[in-house]
């Protein structure tokens, strides 16, 4: 007897050590999720599903198989989600792998890239060469699905392919619950909704310990340099996320009022203006940004400008400024800059 209560003892410690290891693997929810194994029954009772995106009503039979993603953006919350395997080819864009998260850098680039020769002079796929991946499932964003660039939505529905344009693309004033929406949509179409639940949960929380900490600081004023033309200056006005991002961090966009997303402005308004921060956006190569950055900091029409004059300027990759994982490193990054007193 003796015998058969230790063996029971064992066995109960040995339930417990295991019950108390699945629990910590639970509460990791920015760890790369998973890949839990579907039953039958699991998929026939979760399908079909309906999503409203675009505005359009997008019906799924089934989770897609063959995925085509047009950004790292969307290629880090796919792999976030433990799905990464579903994509059969990805666009960088305008971005680097350099530029992709660290944590999901090896994963994304060890996926299928289109060929650069194929892709427009914004790092994109036409139609024709999205369709020759044979995909049931496309996304990107608003911008894409033009006829100029990867073919209209009406296009997709003629070939029986169901498309997803990032939330924040789509809405006038995009916020960072455009992003947790985006994610939730992919966890129902997926259906790995537990998974795409925590990661949101995570994302939010880290929104909140940033608005936590600035509350009640002064707020900081802001120029966003998106591109520099020909005696013109591109910067991101209040349809954009990046304004959302400024103001969350306790600062704001000197062009906030202007509800575009890139307007043009001239050197003398950004003078009038007086920015605290600059805050630079770079694309394509490494050395884009530092040398937005370094026009505005040689330009004698800006010496006396508080942001030159105290060297406040923050460089982020395009990345982190658009909607995705990134943008609450973004978040980060710019409250840091502007409040850094807030985060010692």
């Not at 009503?57 to 990464?84: D, F, H, N």
Request: charged content about 20%.
């Amino acid at each position: 007897m003796k015998k058969v209560m230790s063996m029971m003892l064992a066995v109960l410690i040995l339930t417990g050590i295991l019950v108390g290891c699945a629990q910590k693997a639970e509460s990791n929810p920015g760890e790369q999720a998973p890949k839990a194994p579907e039953t039958a029954d699991s998929v026939q009772g979760h399908y079909p599903v309906t999503v409203q995106n675009f505005g359009m009503s997008a019906t799924y039979e089934a989770a897609p198989e063959r995925v085509v993603v047009l950004s790292y953006s969307q290629a880090e919350i796919m792999a976030a989600l433990g799905i990464e395997d579903k994509i059969v080819a990805l666009t960088p864009s305008m971005n680097r792998i350099e530029e992709v998260v660290e944590k999901y850098r090896e994963t994304v680039a060890g996926l299928p890239v289109f060929d650069s020769t194929r892709l427009s002079q914004y790092g994109v796929p036409n139609l024709e060469v999205v369709l020759s991946q044979s995909p049931d499932f496309v996304w990107g964003t608003s911008y894409n699905f033009r006829a100029a660039n990867c073919g209209e939505p009406g296009d997709y529905k003629a070939n029986n392919i169901n498309i997803y344009a990032s939330e924040g693309t789509v809405v006038d004033q995009p916020t960072l619950e455009n992003v947790y929406n985006d994610i939730t949509n992919i966890g129902i179409i997926f259906n790995i909704e537990d998974r795409a639940a925590a990661l949101v949960e995570e994302l939010r929380s880290r929104e909140n310990a940033v608005k936590k900490a600035v509350a009640g600081l002064e707020e900081v004023l802001v120029f966003t340099l998106d591109d520099i033309g020909e005696g013109v200056y591109y910067t991101t006005g209040g349809a954009t996320l990046e304004d959302y991002l400024i103001a969350t961090a306790g600062g704001r966009n000197i062009f906030s009022e202007l509800m575009t997303q890139y307007p043009e402005v001239s050197a003398e308004e950004i003078i009038m203006r007086n920015p605290q921060h600059v805050v630079v956006t770079s694309y394509f190569t490494s050395g884009d940004g530092q040398a937005k950055q370094d026009a505005i900091k040689n330009s004698a029409d800006f010496i006396k400008v508080t942001a030159v004059t105290e060297d406040n300027f923050l460089i982020l990759s395009g990345l982190m400024v658009w909607p995705g994982l990134q943008s609450l490193d973004g978040l980060e990054a710019i409250a840091k800059t502007l409040h850094p007193e807030a985060f010692q």
